[in-house]
């Protein structure tokens, strides 16, 4: 297949997959086999990109034209790549996982559930082989707008009030900041494609540039750099599934990677490294680190633990972007990936344990561990993982995001991610050794693991998350070219 | 020039705010149409006396006639009175309606009619 | 032969076929001649837009008598865009009518409401169509007349005063503009709209050119319901039969901004009376106070279609926002949501209409759990209503790239957020509908009820789809509107 024809097929199949399993919604089998090989064609057609990519190939696309001079285009870059081997590798761990997950809790609507789903990838792709801010636009708010009937899927008044949050802060941030920093750039640099070196050049004084900074940063909700954080922690009303979705597939990772590719491609790390108005970024990535950590660290909830765990974990890959260096810059993105799967892994655990246990507090998981040796076995990697502990994944990009900020003689970022570090473990040890080490308090329902479905997504991950160390090739040699370091 | 040579002016603007003040002030919904096509009248008025030279004739051309007033406003007010027929017919038709269907023609117990509907319509 | 008189024949076809329709009074008939003629006047507004795209201006001397002492009609590419956007209309109402007529509209008057229909037609086309101040006043006298029989055929008895009150409301508008063309013609001695702007220049900063001004302004103001003269819309709009309903919202405040249009930057435009009246400023708070206060209060109506009015005035807002602006980027966005918002209210009220035709209210409380029943319709809505927030990939999301381009353009930050921030509240109102069709469990209104029928969903559809490939293709709204704009700024000094 050639690069263009597997770039048009990822952006197709999706699409394609989301008709179909539209059409097929009566034959619950049939609608899941299309489900799971509408996943596995997208990744093909994906990774057949790949070594294109890593050649220094850059397929492109355009459509047509949605304004004068603005096209609809796509253009694949090292950055998107990566994102778009992620997303579509993992929706398949994450549609085996959904058809156990939604038949072992016997979910309602579990059509419309699939096709938006298949929906939310093909933003997804979208998002991530944009060529220009327009179309990342176009599919970032798609994206938001599939996945509202995703997080509100139980109906109820909790889920609905659930769907005002995320809904709120998504398109207030993105159609009251994002789209007016888009406009602006359009406005000053005559253009919105990415461009290595980025395009606003000299264009802009000090004070705008930093100004422009907040309307992304701060406009991309998606990335949940605080005080925009809140619809995540709200988005948790969703099914297990879902959350996996919004937390390692697509949707918070559109969000970082929109900030990377914002900070590489439009700005350029070269043209803002060292420009006192852009100071700010760094600071409050690290604020949203120490303080989501400590949240986690209070709630009782498993998945509002995991919830917040992502908000620290996603200001990681935002302020190892802001520091500028291009080392930090290689661990942001390889954060992107190690993150997904961590997080993915963890939260397919939390879902696990909820649907053979019927629990979703901490502080009911004492000894879980020898009833659910399995599910927590792989809670366990996906946790150090995020702590940073090798042999997993997180520990790559940690330290990759120290290097960097060694290099440039940031200190102060390095005490930000030592002390995070040791909130990480608080949070998450103290789990994995009440489920081990505590006895199962008394009177407590017999269970086993969760169905067979589950448990293969959940071992394909955690092994994916050690995989990750251990063969880091691919990612790493995609990170250096965005960093624009010889590989 | 004193304050009566411009008198089709002020009798304009007379005409022109009683107008609009009976349609503004009274609640009796013909009383209404009749402060409108006052106010309308104004218009004509406005249109038609500027056109009017003293001393001049219809625009035919004959001997012995220098001065003609111009023609045009009056064929333009024609149209508009046509146009003020139709409005005011039209306003009373409705009128005539409106009483059938309310047993009234006082604005203020339309207004607490409609809202008696609306406190129905919420209730049920 | 044929293509020298298209100009005369936009407003003669239709108005040839209301006494027809009148002699014949046969329902079916009257049905069939008005599709007949809705598609004719979007033909002929299609073939004029081809023509001046061509050649610039039309221009048609009617009965021969050469302008500017006869009337002219005048086509440039700003009304010929004016005029596609209703015979498009027109034409898309035209099969919804027969069922919307049949629902609403004792069957006896179906022929009159189809007479009224094509006359109303015939004046928002002479509105648009006609080069002459006077001519404008009697064309808006005949559209608002047949509008207020129109409104009044509702079936409920508020449509009456509804009618009424708007009847009060259009004509001293009516009035009010014609009092100051008349000021206009004593100071110029003529009543050509492309003569008026040539002499203008000579008598700038005299008084009654000023009071002109004001008089015409206020006038249309409150033809086009900008905010505060808008009392009459909201009730007019919501007791009208569904079609009438979906047309005027469409078209009857559209053509009123037209008129502005063509007084500020056509007629006005190359005095200097703009420098001694902060008209810019004035109608710049008048349209935030639109965008914020009228899409508050849609956001707080109990019935469907009051709810869409209220929004309908917000919109107005923006457009009037990008006349304020008056640059080029923020007039395009204000001629290009001319015609997008006319396609996609449209589309909202044609679907209110269904929702009607099968549930009998337009009441939030008897549309819960509606999408249960009626997905293609609610699905329909939600589309229209995110066009309305102004989402990409819609109509409404073209609009509020300009408008936020031209507010960048003056250098003015807060102008800049204006147009977006107030889109929040639209994503408020919306989602009420979406809250009430979707996460509520269907009332006992709603036992027995069906998908609307294909006859009039599929008017409403071919709007809602419309209004999505207007955010995709641009290329013909944004096109015609830039070169619009550039035409309007032209006439500027």
């Not at chain 1, 100004?211 to 605080?226: E, S, Y």
Request: with cysteine.
């Amino acid at each position: 297949m050639s690069p263009l024809a597997a770039l048009v097929a990822a952006l197709a199949i999706p699409l394609i997959g989301a008709l179909l399993i539209a059409m097929a919604g009566r034959a619950p089998n049939l609608r899941e086999a299309i489900t799971l090989l509408t996943a596995v064609l997208l990744f093909l057609a994906v990774a057949s990109l790949t070594p294109h990519v890593l050649a220094g190939g850059r397929p492109q696309l355009a459509l047509f034209q949605i304004l004068p001079g603005l096209l609809l285009a796509f253009r694949i870059e090292p950055l998107g790549m990566l994102f778009a081997l992620v997303a579509s590798g993992l929706w398949i761990v994450n549609s085996i996982y959904s058809i156990g997950y939604m038949r072992a809790n016997r979910e309602e609507h579990q059509t419309r559930f699939y096709v938006c789903f298949a929906g939310a990838l093909g933003a997804t792709m979208a998002i991530a082989f944009a060529g220009n801010l327009i179309t990342l636009f176009l599919a970032y708010e798609a994206l938001t707008l599939i996945t509202y009937p995703l997080v509100t899927h139980h109906g109820d008044e909790e889920a609905k009030r659930g769907g005002r949050v995320y809904l709120g802060y998504l398109l207030t941030t993105s159609i009251v900041l994002l789209l007016v920093g888009i406009i602006f750039t359009w406005n000053v640099a005559g253009t919105t494609d990415f461009l290595p070196g980025g395009i606003l050049g000299d264009h802009l004084g000090k004070a705008a540039t930093g100004g422009l900074l907040a309307l992304f940063m701060f406009g991309i909700g998606k990335a949940a750099l605080m005080p925009v954080h809140r619809w995540l922690p709200a988005a948790m009303v969703a099914p297990t599934p879902v959350s996996a979705l919004l937390h390692a597939v697509a949707v918070v990772k559109a969000g970082v990677f929109s900030v990377v590719k914002v900070i590489v491609y439009i700005f350029g790390v070269e043209n803002i490294a060292g420009l006192s108005s852009v100071d700010w970024l760094p600071f409050m990535a690290s604020l949203t680190i120490i303080l989501a950590s400590i949240i986690a660290l209070r709630s009782d909830n498993l998945k509002r633990r995991l919830a917040y765990s992502t908000v620290s974990q996603l200001s990681y890959v935002v302020l190892a972007a802001a520091l500028l260096a291009p080392l930090s810059i290689v661990g942001a993105v390889f954060h992107i990936a190690a993150h997904a799967v961590s997080k993915i892994t963890l939260f397919f655990a939390a879902g696990a344990i909820y649907t053979a246990a019927h629990k979703t507090e901490v502080s009911q998981l004492d000894g879980i561990g020898r009833r659910m040796p399995v599910t927590m076995a792989a809670f366990t990697v996906g946790a150090l993982s995020l702590i940073g502990i090798p042999p997993a994944a997180g520990f790559v990009s940690k330290w990759y995001i120290v290097s960097g900020a060694a290099a440039s003689g940031q200190i102060g970022a390095i005490i930000v991610l030592v002390v995070s570090t040791l909130l990480n473990a608080a949070y998450f040890l103290p789990i994995v050794y009440a489920a081990f080490f505590r006895p199962p308090p008394a009177g407590d329902a017999a269970h086993g693991e969760a169905p067979i479905p589950i448990l293969i997504a959940l071992v394909a991950t955690a092994a994916m998350t050690v995989a990750l160390f251990f063969f880091a090739d691919v990612p790493l040699q995609l990170a250096r070219q965005v960093a624009g370091l010889p590989d | 020039m004193s304050a009566f040579s411009h008198f089709s002016y002020w009798v304009t603007i007379f005409l022109m705010i009683g107008g609009l003040y009976i349609v503004i002030a009274r609640g009796n919904l013909v009383k209404k149409l009749v402060g409108l096509a006052i106010f309308q009248t104004s218009v004509y008025l406005l249109y038609i006396a500027p056109g009017k030279l003293i001393g001049g004739t219809a625009p035919i051309v004959a001997d012995g006639f220098q001065v003609y007033s111009n023609p045009l406003p009056h064929v333009l007010i024609l149209t508009a009175i046509v146009v003020g027929v139709a409005t005011l017919a039209l306003g009373l038709g409705l009128a005539v309606r409106i009483r059938e269907a309310y047993g009234t023609i006082e604005e203020d117990e339309i207004a607490d009619q409609d809202r008696a509907t609306e406190r129905e319509e919420r209730g049920a | 032969m044929i293509g020298e008189h298209l100009a005369a024949l936009q407003v003669v076809v239709p108005l040839m076929a209301a006494p027809i329709i009148v002699l014949v009074r046969r329902g079916a008939f009257a049905w069939a001649l008005t599709m007949v003629v809705s598609i004719a006047s979007l033909a002929i507004a299609l073939a004029l837009l081809v023509q001046v795209r061509e050649v610039g201006v039309v221009s048609y001397a009617l009965g021969s008598w050469a302008p500017p002492w006869g009337i002219e009609y005048r086509v440039d590419i700003v009304n010929a865009f004016v005029l596609v956007l209703i015979g498009l209309l027109a034409t898309i109402g035209g099969p919804y009518a027969w069922r919307s007529f049949a629902a609403e509209v004792p069957e006896d008057q179906h022929y009159l409401g189809y007479a009224m229909f094509c006359l109303c037609l015939a004046g928002l086309l002479g509105i648009a169509i006609t080069g002459d101040a006077f001519n404008l006043f009697v064309f808006l006298e005949i559209s608002s007349l047949s509008t207020y029989v129109l409104i009044a055929l509702g079936r409920e008895r508020r449509a009456l005063v509804a009618s009424y009150q708007y009847l009060i409301m259009g004509t001293i508008g009516a009035t009010f503009y014609v009092i100051g063309v008349g000021l206009l013609f004593l100071m110029t001695g003529t009543l050509n709209l492309h003569d008026l702007a040539t002499r203008l220049g000579d008598v700038a900063h005299a008084r009654p050119v000023l009071a002109a001004l004001a008089f015409v302004t206020v006038g249309i103001s409150l033809k086009l319901a900008l905010f505060p003269l808008h009392f009459w819309l909201p009730n007019a709009y919501a007791y009208a039969p569904s079609v009438v309903s979906a047309f005027l919202a469409g078209t009857a405040t559209k053509v009123a901004i037209y008129v502005l249009l063509r007084f500020y930057f056509t007629v006005f435009g190359k005095s200097e009376i703009f420098d001694s009246l902060p008209t810019q400023d004035i109608f710049l708070v008048l349209s935030v106070a639109a965008m914020f206060v009228a899409s508050a209060a849609a956001a707080y109506q109990e019935n469907l279609k009051h709810l869409l009015a209220y929004s309908s005035l917000g919109q107005i807002g923006y457009i009037t926002l990008g006349i304020a602006l008056a640059n080029q980027a923020g007039l395009t966005g204000a001629i290009v949501h001319l015609f997008n918002h006319g396609v996609t209210k449209s589309a909202l009220f044609l679907l209110a209409g269904c929702i009607w035709f099968r549930v009998h209210s337009l009441r939030f409380a008897d549309l819960a759990g509606l999408a249960r029943v009626m997905p293609l319709t609610c699905a329909g809505f939600v589309v229209g209503g995110l066009s309305l927030i102004g989402v990409p990939a819609t109509a409404g999301f073209v609009t509020k790239w300009y408008l936020v381009l031209g507010a960048l353009e003056t250098g003015h930050w807060w102008i800049v957020f204006l147009p977006v921030v107030s889109s929040l509240i639209a994503v408020w109102y919306v989602w009420r509908f979406v809250e009430a069709a979707y996460f509520r469990e269907p009332g006992p209104a709603l036992i027995g009820i069906k998908e609307a029928p294909p006859i009039l969903l599929l008017p409403a559809y071919v709007l809602v789809a419309l209004t999505v490939y207007f955010g995709l293709d641009t290329s013909f709204t944004v096109g015609t509107a830039s070169r619009a704009a550039e035409v309007l700024l032209g006439g500027l000094r």
